[in-house]
């Protein structure tokens, strides 16, 4: 679970001592939520690895698919927080700035590199901005845009599991909605929105 500051003991705190406590800043929050990302990914590799072996030729093929999976997921976030640590953060608090950051293009902050997460939410706004929208109809809005989702897929070969694979590390999952008549596993445009880091550049 993400821990958001400050919380609401922060803001209690605050109260009683007649501190100020000034809100977070995003590019730090994005370092702080990438390495949560690596150490729970670097969990999980050594459990899949560390799994009992049963001999059976379909357990070992699912088991060797899980590694791969989880190895691709884990090189993409410990590159995503290189990049973080190594650049200069332009999310300061307005007034700490100096002139050379307020002329900066804005580059080292994390909403500057289109994720999958932006690609979703572009597919919900040419959508109409449902509020949500099943995994089938988003990965076929995503599979017609060009290029490649996080250096992995083509978006053109997306399935509704990868999409899942690609979502997952930044802390957006399908969930059961109900359409209609119908439940069906889906995304809440709320859920995408909150998995990109807030930034006032």
């Not at 490649?148 to 690609?166: C, I, M, S």
């Amino acid at each position: 679970m993400t821990t958001h500051f400050p919380s609401g003991l922060d803001d209690l705190t605050a109260a009683l001592t007649g501190f100020d406590i000034p809100q977070e800043n995003p590019h730090h929050r994005a370092i702080v939520d990438t390495h949560r990302r690596v150490q729970q990914l670097d969990a999980r590799l050594l459990a899949v690895a560390g799994g009992e072996p049963t001999g059976r030729l379909a357990d070992t093929g699912e088991q060797l698919e899980q590694l791969t999976d989880l190895l691709i997921l884990r090189v993409l976030a410990g590159a995503e927080l290189t990049r973080l640590l190594s650049t200069a953060c332009c999310c300061a608090p307005v007034g700490e700035q100096d002139a050379a950051y307020k002329a900066a293009d804005c580059r080292s902050c994390p909403q500057a590199a289109h994720t999958i997460v932006h690609a979703c939410l572009d597919a919900f706004a040419a959508a109409g901005d449902p509020a949500a929208m099943s995994s089938a109809e988003l990965t076929d809005h995503l599979r017609q845009l060009p290029g490649t989702a996080e250096d992995r897929w083509a978006y053109a070969e997306l399935t509704p599991k990868r999409l899942g694979y690609l979502l997952t590390p930044y802390g957006a999952r399908s969930r059961n909605i109900r359409f209609g008549a119908c439940q069906l596993k889906g995304y809440l445009r709320s859920s995408l929105t909150a998995a990109l880091p807030d930034c006032s550049c």
